[in-house]
């Protein structure tokens, strides 16, 4: 491998990849196909690195956040990174170079702590300093919006995608919106999304030790 040093202790083969973000790591996560050889680690350093690990090299250095970036995911088809940050916000990026930005998701009033997905993919989930869980939801716009669109107080801008079936350019539109909010009486540090249960699960941590498991009841639901 031309980017790690190899070395061999306690029952361990050890490669530490001589590359390196400049300050503390806060995620590590591995891209959900394994023949892509790719994982994603968040920092301090308001930076994501994208790593090949069959070579330990950086691919890329994702910028964008203005402030640390507490932790990463990809959706469940890897096509795209979710990160949030001590910034209040997430974001949404390509999961394949050029890894653009393709949306920030505001409404949180606080540091945010962890993303994720569950079941389906369908929703992102997200916690933070400001005491509340919150579901997101990407919809498809039926068309493309005005310049002047007005923005969600808790969600994205409209934002456009090269469409999967087409191509010849042709762009979707989509938006991210706020469908679910839960409120807990202290900060939400922790989150994690069920793999295996049917409906749409999470399980989170407050900062007062509490531990809570949450299922997604939207209309229509049952």
């Known amino acids: 491998k031309l980017g790690v040093e190899i070395e061999g202790t306690g029952g361990w083969r050890v490669e530490r990849i001589k590359d390196r ?7 590590c996560a591995y891209h959900p196909i394994e023949e892509r050889e790719r994982c994603i680690t968040t920092s301090c350093d308001g930076t994501i690195k994208v790593w090949n690990t069959k070579w330990g090299t950086c691919v890329a250095t994702i910028k964008g956040h203005s402030a640390a970036v507490n932790w990463a995911c990809y959706s469940k088809d890897g096509n795209f990174i979710y990160s949030c940050s001590a910034d209040y916000t997430l974001r949404e990026w390509q999961g394949h170079p050029p890894f653009k930005c393709q949306s920030i998701i505001i409404g949180h009033y606080g540091v945010v702590h962890q993303c994720d997905f569950a079941t389906s993919g369908r929703h992102l989930f997200s916690v933070s300093e400001d005491r509340t869980l919150r579901a997101w939801f990407k919809t498809k716009l039926s068309e493309e919006p005005p310049a002047n669109a007005a923005m969600s107080r808790a969600g994205s801008r409209p934002f456009s995608q090269q469409a999967r079936a087409s191509g010849d350019g ?53």
């Not at 919106?177 to 941590?205: D, H, K, T, W, Y």
């Open 21 to 27: 973000h400049e300050d503390a790591i806060t995620c």
């Open 170 to 222: 042709e762009l979707d539109w989509y938006q991210w919106n706020q469908v679910a909010l839960f409120a807990a009486a202290f900060p939400i540090r922790c989150l994690a999304g069920s793999l295996a249960e049917e409906n749409e699960e999470v399980a989170a941590g407050g900062s007062n030790g509490e531990v809570f498991l949450l299922r997604l009841m939207l209309p229509g639901d049952s």
